[in-house]
Nanobody
Framework: QVQMVESGGGLVQAGGSLRLSCAAS????????MAWFRQSPGKEREFVAG??????FYADSVKGRFTISRDYDKSTLSLQMTNLKPEDTAVYYC?????????????????WGQGTQVTVSA
């Protein structure tokens, strides 16, 4: 099993930046792919960014603004968000799975954090 805890959410004005972190514990050494998803009220959980090995991949809506990174030594996943927009407002979740691949579908991830709220004001 893998346990994950997110941190770093908050309130920011449009155009601002935030950095989210996700600490993994348990069998974190067996994780091959990790990702960030987000969910707004009344909407489905959507893919934001992922990392599998050295490969990173992003949703079109955040490409060029968000950067995902992973520290294998510290078992942490980060999401640097810049030029934030009001439509980025959501609860952000980190996710992990034992198999690799550029998967953007949330049912294919086995382990989830509890989520952290990001609110971007206009």
């Amino acid at each position: 099993q893998v346990q994950m805890v997110e941190s770093g959410g908050g309130l920011v004005q449009a155009g601002g930046s935030l950095r989210l972190s996700c600490a993994a514990s348990g069998r974190a050494f067996s994780i091959h792919a990790m990702a960030w998803f987000r969910q707004s009220p009344g909407k489905e959980r959507e893919f934001v960014a992922g990392i599998s090995g050295e490969a990173t991949f992003y949703a079109d809506s955040v490409k060029g603004r968000f950067t995902i990174s992973r520290d294998y030594d510290k078992s942490t996943l980060s999401l640097q968000m810049t030029n934030l927009k009001p439509e980025d407002t959501a609860v952000y979740y980190c996710a992990a799975r034992y198999t690799g691949g550029r998967d953007t579908q949330f049912p294919n991830y086995n382990f989830w954090g509890q989520g952290t709220q990001v609110t971007v004001s206009a």
